[in-house]
């Protein structure tokens, strides 16, 4: 069974600001991209000027059938270290200027001598150029539930989504399956191919790890819908909150610091309050003074 929001019409996708729609599923195989494809076919057929910027269909039969004769525009072609690699061309997708356009993997990290390290970099200058976009993810790249799947799992995932970037979504909607729905996708080959069906099935697709990952994704969408809603009533005036709550992160150069900064981010975007992280800075750690090590470990801490 699928659990989706509703579907845009012809007059929520032309005439206004640029509009992000994200599809986030539990794990890989759930039908994200598949959504995403069926929703774009709908729109094109309201006449909605649609096209497909980034879409990869693993070999999927069912999602290239679904890409069917939508337009696809040419991708970039990268030369890197002898191998050629294809990425998102966002200049070619700003000069053709489609109403809406499709961009898949959005936690991808970009070849290098791309203009952005990573794909959602790409979406937001799309989006700043007046084009609406929608795009899939998988919870496990949401940067602020990274520590916890890596727990689930124990894998640690090392392309992540900023959450902030939610946060520019005007629609999140959650793709959703039963665990033993997913585990038979996988069994019949679409989701990985044949020879690595058994690993998958008793590591990262393990009933236990799935369940859980699952819950992860519903209660993301549900902070990101309950937020979306708190500051829509806040702007009409309804109900204020007396005594708005803060969030406040206490960091090092600690390697707890991501984890606790994580978090904290996550506590705040369920109060729906705004959150801070403090650094005390003592004489001992003074400009000139710090250990080389800490003062790198402290600037890595302070950009995430």
Known sequence: MEVRGRIWNVEEVTGRKAHLRVYIGAAPGVGKTFAMLEDAQRLRGEGVDVVVGMVEAHGRPETEARIGDLEVVPRRRIDYRGVVLEELDVDAVVRRHPELVLVDEL?????????????????????????????????????????????VTGVRVRETVPDTFLERANEVVNV?????????????????????????????FRESNLSTLRELALRAVADE??????????????????????????????????????TGARIAGRLGARWYAVYVETPREAPGRIAAGDRDALQRNITL
């Open 107 to 151: 936690a991808h990290s970009n070849a290098p001598g791309s203009r952005h390290a990573k794909r959602y970099e790409d979406v937001l200058e799309i989006l700043d150029a007046g084009i609406d976009v929608m795009t899939a993810v998988n919870i496990q790249h949401l940067e602020t539930l990274n520590d916890a799947v890596g727990k």
């Open 176 to 204: 959703d399956v039963t665990v033993g729905e997913l585990q038979d996708r996988l069994r019949q080959g679409k989701v990985y191919r044949p020879e690595k069906v058994e690993q998958a099935l008793t590591n990262f």
């Open 225 to 262: 819908v309950g937020s979306k809603a708190a500051s829509k009533r806040q702007r009409e005036g309804l109900e204020p909150a007396l005594v708005p709550e803060r969030v406040m992160v206490c960091m090092s150069s600690s390697g707890d610091a991501p984890r606790v900064l994580r």
